[in-house]
C-alpha cells in the first residue's frame, strides 16, 4: 500500500510543483499585506457609510451606526473640507516645482570635478532627514522674532531705537511678516520647506538619469551645431521621459501625503487654513472632542479616491511597458 | 555628457564653477548648518534671541549631554532602532520569497497580485488609519513597539515587493531553467540560486526601508499614546512642546533624529541610489 501511494503523491506533487510553489512564496507576503493594507482599505470605504466613535459595547459588538451617505452630504457642505481640496490642489502645483528645480541641480551637479560624488551626496541630504526635522528648522526659519526672514527684514524695514528707559528696541516701518501665522501666507510656507527634500530626490531622479543618456547622440547633437537649451529640449529630455514620469509621480504622490510638516509648523492652523486632506482627515478621526472615525473615513475616501487617479495611471503604465517586455 | 565637461572648458569657467560648488553647497544646506549650530549654543544666546547668528560660546558636549540626561532622547531612540530593525528584516524577507514567485513563475494571477502590492504601497496612509488603529487596540499591540513594526513591516512589503520583483526578472532566466532540469527544489533554487544573486538589491531595499521607517512620523502618532514606545520623530514632536524655550536642546534632538538615516545613506551610498531609481529609472 505504502509503497503504492508515495510515488503517487510525489508525481503528483512533481507534476504541480510549478502551480503550488509560487502561491507557498507568496502566502506570507500576501497574508501580511491583506491583513494590514489590502482588507482595512475596504473596511475604511464601508466605515464611511457610518457613525462611529470607536467604542464597543459591553458584549464586544461595535457602536457604530450605519447612517448611508450622510458623512458625504456633511463633507459637502463642509467648509474646511473645501479649503482642503483646495490646498492640497495648492501643494500639488508647487510641489511640481521641484522637477525643474531638481533637474537644473541635477545639470549644475552633472560635472566630473574632484569630490563630485561628495558634493551630489551632501546636496541629497535633505532627503534623507526626516520631515517632522524639516519641518522644526523651517518653522524657526520663519519665526517673526528671531527667525532668518525676520532679521533680513529687519535689515531693511527697521533700524533700532533707544527708548526713554534706555533699552534697546527696534522699530519697523512695516512690521515682520509673521508667515505661519497668516491664514494667507503659511500654506505657501510649508510648501516652500516641502520643495527643499522635494527638490533633492528629483535631483537624484535626474542625476541617475543623466548618467544614462547616450553620449553618442549628444555627440551627433554636437556635431549638429545644437547647444545649451536647444540640446537639453531636443536630445537631452527625451532621453530622461522616464525620470521625469518618475518624478512626477513621486512628486504628486508626495504632495497628497504631505502631513508631517503640516502636523509640525501650523497643525492645520491658523483657523484651519493650512488644512489638506490626509491633515484634516487626523484631525476629525482622532481629536480632543472624541473621535469620528466614520466621517474620518470618509476624508480618507476622498483623498483615496483622488490617489487613485494617479496610482491607476502608474499602473497603466506599468502594465504598458510589461506588455512590451514579454 | 551634458551638459559640456567643464574639464574641457576654458580655465577661468572652470575656476569659476569649482569657487561656487561650495557657495552653492552652503546655501543649499543653509537650514541644516544653522540648526547645527543652533545646537552648539549656549542658553545665553538664545535668551537674547541669538538664533541665528554666529554662536557666542560653543556648548557641544554640554548640550548633546544635556539632551541625554534631561530628556527622554535616548528612550526615543531606542525605541526607534527597536522599530525599524524588525520592520526592515520582516518586510525584506517576506518581499524576497514574494518577489521571487511572482517574477519566475508564469500562473494567471501574477500580474494582477503584482499590481496589488503596487498599489497598496501608494495608498494614502489615511484610508487605513482607522481599522488599523482599531485592530491593534482589540489586539492588545495599541502603544506597543510590536504593533509599530507589524504594521510598518506589512505597509512596506508592497514596496519591497515591487523592487524584488523587478530585480528578480532582470537576472537570467537560464539559471533557473538550467537548475530545474537538474532537478533541483524549488525553494533550493531561491536559497542557492537567487538568493546569493540578489544580494545588492537586499542592501539597496535595506537601507532605503530603515530611512523611511525611521523617519515615519505619522503611524507613530496614530499606533502610539504614551512616551514609551514612542519614536524619535514623535519625540523631538514632544520635546518641541515641553522645552519651548531650550531651541539648543531641541535641535540638538533633532539633529540625532537624523544621524542614523544620513549615516546609514553616507556608508550605503550606490545602494540607496539604485534603490531609490530602480524599477524605474535603469
Request: hydrophobic share 55%; with cysteine.
Amino acid at each position: 500500500m505504502t509503497t503504492s501511494t508515495e510515488p503517487f503523491q510525489a508525481s503528483w506533487f512533481t507534476r504541480n510543483k510549478l502551480k503550488v510553489a509560487p502561491f507557498l512564496f507568496l502566502a506570507p507576503a500576501l497574508f501580511f499585506f491583506c491583513v494590514y493594507v489590502v482588507i482595512p482599505i475596504f473596511q475604511s470605504l464601508q466605515l464611511s457609510l457610518f457613525e462611529w466613535n470607536g467604542l464597543y459595547n459591553a458584549d464586544g459588538e461595535s457602536t457604530a451606526t450605519y447612517i448611508g451617505l450622510s458623512n458625504y452630504t456633511k463633507l459637502w457642505n463642509d467648509p474646511n473640507f473645501w479649503v482642503s481640496i483646495k490646498n492640497n490642489i495648492l501643494w500639488i502645483i508647487l510641489y511640481m516645482l521641484a522637477i525643474p528645480a531638481g533637474l537644473f541641480v541635477a545639470l549644475f551637479l552633472n560635472q566630473t570635478v574632484t569630490g563630485m560624488r561628495f558634493y551630489k551626496s551632501l546636496f541629497f541630504f535633505p532627503f534623507v532627514i526626516s520631515q517632522v526635522v524639516v519641518g522644526l528648522i523651517f518653522g524657526w526659519f520663519y519665526n517673526p522674532d528671531f527667525g532668518v526672514i525676520a532679521k533680513v527684514w529687519q535689515l531693511f524695514f527697521c533700524e533700532e531705537a533707544i527708548n526713554i528707559v534706555g533699552n534697546v528696541t527696534i522699530k519697523c516701518r512695516v512690521p515682520v511678516p509673521d508667515i505661519l501665522s497668516s491664514p494667507d501666507w503659511a500654506t505657501y510656507g510649508i510648501i516652500f520647506a516641502g520643495l527643499w527634500p522635494q527638490i533633492a530626490y528629483c535631483m537624484i531622479l535626474y542625476l541617475t538619469g543623466l548618467n544614462n543618456v547616450a553620449s553618442e547622440q549628444i555627440e551627433a547633437g554636437r556635431l549638429d551645431g545644437a547647444k545649451g537649451w536647444k540640446m537639453l529640449w531636443y536630445v537631452v529630455l527625451p532621453q530622461l521621459k522616464p525620470a521625469t514620469f518618475i518624478a512626477v509621480i513621486v512628486t504628486i504622490i508626495g504632495a497628497l501625503r504631505s502631513f508631517d510638516m503640516i502636523a509640525i509648523m501650523t497643525q492645520g492652523g491658523p483657523y484651519g487654513s493650512t488644512n489638506v486632506l490626509s491633515h484634516y482627515m487626523f484631525e476629525v478621526a482622532i481629536s480632543e472632542y472624541g473621535e469620528r472615525y466614520g466621517y474620518g473615513s470618509a476624508i480618507a475616501t476622498v483623498l483615496f479616491g483622488i490617489m487613485m487617479i494617479f496610482i491607476s495611471y502608474f499602473l497603466w503604465r506599468m502594465y504598458q511597458d510589461e506588455k512590451r517586455g514579454t | 555628457m551634458f551638459p559640456y565637461p567643464i574639464a574641457k572648458s576654458t580655465p577661468r569657467f572652470r575656476i569659476a564653477y569649482q569657487a561656487f560648488l561650495p557657495i552653492a553647497l552652503i546655501l543649499w544646506l543653509l537650514p541644516l548648518i544653522a540648526i547645527f549650530l543652533t545646537s552648539v549654543r549656549g542658553s545665553k544666546d538664545i535668551n537674547t534671541g541669538n538664533i541665528f547668528g554666529w554662536p557666542t560660546e560653543f556648548k557641544l558636549f554640554e548640550n548633546y549631554h544635556a539632551v541625554f540626561t534631561q530628556t527622554e532622547a535616548l528612550k526615543y531612540l531606542t525605541n526607534s532602532v527597536l522599530i525599524t530593525l524588525p520592520t526592515v528584516a520582516i518586510s525584506v524577507s517576506l518581499a524576497c520569497l514574494a518577489g521571487y514567485a511572482l517574477a519566475i513563475y508564469r500562473f494567471r494571477v501574477a500580474l494582477p497580485l503584482f499590481f496589488l502590492f503596487v498599489a497598496g504601497n501608494f495608498v494614502p496612509f489615511q484610508i487605513l488609519m482607522v481599522p488599523v488603529r482599531d485592530m491593534s487596540v482589540q489586539t492588545g499591540l495599541y502603544d506597543t513597539i510590536q504593533g509599530q513594526f507589524l504594521f510598518h513591516a506589512a505597509f512596506q512589503t508592497g514596496f519591497c515587493t515591487l523592487f524584488m520583483r523587478n530585480f528578480i526578472k532582470a537576472l537570467p532566466f537560464d539559471l533557473i531553467e538550467i537548475a530545474r532540469v537538474e532537478g533541483v527544489a524549488e525553494w533550493k533554487i531561491f536559497w542557492f540560486v537567487i538568493l546569493p544573486l540578489v544580494r545588492p538589491a537586499l542592501a539597496a531595499l535595506s537601507v532605503l526601508i530603515f530611512t523611511f521607517v525611521w523617519n515615519d512620523f505619522f503611524w507613530a502618532n496614530v499606533l502610539t499614546q504614551g512616551e514609551q514606545v514612542k519614536p524619535i520623530t514623535a519625540g523631538v514632536r514632544a520635546l518641541n512642546g515641553q522645552f519651548v524655550n531650550n531651541w539648543h536642546l531641541v535641535s540638538a534632538a533633532s539633529l540625532l533624529a537624523a544621524v542614523p538615516p544620513v549615516f546609514i545613506f553616507f556608508l550605503m551610498q550606490r545602494h540607496f541610489i539604485t534603490g531609490l531609481t530602480l524599477g524605474a529609472v535603469k
